[in-house]
């Protein structure tokens, strides 16, 4: 196909800004999907994301625009919407030529507006600005066009405006493509180079990769050779997007389609690798890395039965979702279980939200945490993920822990409010700034687990719902950690036990220990609960003794057959206390594990 008829672009937005509205939009008009096909959000598939909102993927899209006597081919492709997922986002904006920002015109630009402009920009995209929901009442489009203007140094004039909802104002859109959208100038004869941006795994036919052609082109049955991870595999069928897969035979520069591999192991075809004809010698495509987990959970079944399900569930989970990590594990008070790997919090809500819904599965989640990496006295390097891994003191010569760039965006009211929020966690404040006259941007550097465990639902709260945050990993830095434990009954509870910078970790010990007492049903002996660190007791409460009147019935009469009844009951409470157990109902746990409290 002769590239001055492609035109590929992908939609930028804030979660909730109308992507998916306006995706579907397009296919309408392009008439892609027949009118009696098409249902609310066509191209978001999972049932959570309907539900959500979020789209977590969206299906790519072939799309023919006609311009009086002129056919175009646009492809439009997906950039997943949140903030977890910056490399994906990166490799997709490789994959084309121009973006539409699309702004909400009731909530204007927010962190992810400007975070994925930003990067757009430096890839060099086109970008058409467009405000939506220009239908609300509420919509403010004059002074959110203006301020779309301002952040993007365009004139007014240059910003769209539409309803993804009613249509209007989506032909216009998309008549502008064409003519401001570059199309690719990828070399046609030279040996292939295809990037591909994603992928999915089919239970028939292994994974599916999804790919942009940047040079030369393929044909069906040609061998492959992914550069990055040395795997070999055969383009057993090759297509394009109408949504559904639609076999071509080939692809040529500047297309994008898709390619069935053969290949069983998701691993070996990662997104951001390059993929080129077995024999060939071609550089890779700038860009690729394996995204590596930084924030850890362990997930436990409420009953123990579903353990094989749960572990079936993740193990599908992975095929199409190469960055979710997990390993069984154990734990006394919770059972069999596994710990998982995330690239963030969402993600990490994603995927439990999923086992839930999916799969029917009740589970209990602990609360979030990130990896640590211990220097020991030897000289050795260990990484810590959970508490019970974290080395003495004694034996330590330093801990370094994940630290995170982020950026908050906000409106000048909320910025006090803000700033009271990050100054509650370890955080340096590294930039203030004002962007279009009416929003803030603050710029920070912060301990990653400062922000992980209920920072973004806070954030939310203080401003009214408006704030919104963008991160990206910055390097490790030294700690001071330390390791909190909570005692019931003289007993270490493994699951409560935490991490902490150890300025912090004596309040929260407290804090602990009082959300436990509250919460623990009352045993026939006093129970003390107690916080330590590093085996030195810093908080303790007692839980006292649930009261049975044992001597109710007597009425009157001679005394010592009451203190007898006592006596006994002494020693019965007695005898429990030596046995020391307390079990610990599993309502305790999740209402000391829930986040956001
Ligand atoms: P994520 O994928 O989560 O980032 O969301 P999205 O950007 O795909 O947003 P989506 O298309 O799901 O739209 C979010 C909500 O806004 C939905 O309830 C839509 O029905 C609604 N919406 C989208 N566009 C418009 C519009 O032009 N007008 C009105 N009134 N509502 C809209």
Not at 106 to 111: E, P, R, S, V, Y
């Amino acid at each position: 196909m002769d590239q001055k008829h492609i035109r590929n672009f992908l939609i930028i937005a804030h979660i909730d800004h109308g992507k998916s509205t306006l995706a579907d939009r397009l296919l309408e008009v392009t008439k892609t999907v027949e009118p009696r096909k098409m249902r609310e959000q066509f191209l978001d598939q999972m049932d959570l994301e309907r539900e959500r909102g979020i789209t977590i993927k969206m299906q790519p899209v072939r799309m023919k625009f006609f311009d009086g006597p002129k056919e175009y081919v646009m492809n439009l492709i997906d950039t997943p919407g949140h903030v977890d997922f910056g490399y994906e986002v990166s490799r997709s904006l490789a994959a084309v030529e121009g973006a539409i920002l699309l702004v909400d015109a009731t909530k204007g630009i927010q962190a992810q507006t400007v975070s994925n402009a930003e990067l757009a920009m430096l890839q060099g995209l086109h970008i058409i600005p467009v405000i939506n929901k220009i239908d609300l009442p509420q919509a403010r489009t004059e002074d959110i066009s203006n301020e779309l203007a301002a952040f993007l140094g365009v004139p007014r004039a240059f910003i769209a405006s539409v309803s993804a909802k009613t249509g209007e104002g989506v032909g216009q859109l998309l008549a502008r493509i064409p003519g401001e959208i570059p199309h690719p100038l990828g070399k046609e004869n030279a040996p292939l180079r295809a990037l591909i941006f994603d992928s999915r795994y089919d239970s028939y036919r292994g994974v599916v990769v999804y790919v942009r052609v940047i040079d030369g082109s393929i044909k069906k049955g040609e061998r492959l050779r992914f550069v990055a991870s040395g795997a070999h595999g055969d383009a057993l069928e090759i297509g394009v997007f109408h949504p559904e897969l639609v076999p071509t035979g080939s692809l040529g520069a500047g297309e994008i389609g898709y390619i069935v591999t053969g290949l069983k192991d998701p691993l070996l075809c990662r997104v951001g690798d390059t993929i080129t004809l077995s024999g060939g010698a071609v550089e890779a495509l700038p860009g690729y890395h394996e995204p590596q987990p930084v924030v850890f959970a362990s997930f436990f079944p409420q009953n123990a039965d579903d353990f094989p399900g749960l572990a079936d569930a993740l193990s599908k989970f992975k095929l199409n979702d190469a960055a979710l990590t997990f390993d069984v594990t154990n734990s006394d008070a919770l059972g069999r279980g596994f710990r998982c790997g995330f690239l963030g919090t969402l993600h990490m809500e994603i995927t439990l939200e999923r086992l839930r819904r999916e799969y029917g599965l009740a589970l209990v989640a602990t609360l979030p945490t990130v990896k640590v990496h211990a220097v020991l006295k030897n000289g050795k390097r260990i990484v810590v993920i959970t508490p019970k891994e974290l080395p003495g003191p004694e034996i330590v010569e330093a801990f370094y822990e994940p630290w995170a760039n982020i950026e908050i965006l906000s409106v000048p009211e909320d910025l006090p409010a803000v700033i009271r929020l990050v100054q509650e966690t370890r955080a340096q404040i590294d930039e203030i700034k004002t962007i279009a006259s009416t929003r803030v941007v603050l710029k920070a550097t912060v301990p990653l687990a400062d922000i992980i465990v209920d920072f973004a639902d806070r954030l939310k709260s203080v401003s009214r719902g408006y704030a919104s945050i963008t991160w990206e990993g910055a390097g490790e830095r030294p700690g001071d950690l330390v390791r909190l434990d909570l005692l019931v009954a003289g007993e270490e509870v493994e699951a409560f036990s935490r991490i902490l910078p150890r300025d912090r970790a004596e309040f929260e010990g407290r804090r602990m220990v009082e959300k436990l007492k509250e919460n623990l049903p009352r045993q026939l002996f006093a129970v003390p609960i107690q916080a330590a660190i590093g085996g030195r007791i810093v908080a303790r409460e007692t839980l006292s003794a649930l009261r049975k009147d044992v001597t109710g019935y007597l009425y009157g009469g001679d005394y010592t057959r009451k203190r007898k009844l006592l006596e006994k009951q002494k020693r019965g409470k007695k005898k429990l206390k030596a046995m020391g157990k307390v079990n610990i109902p599993q309502e305790t746990f999740l209402a000391l594990l829930k986040r956001g409290e």
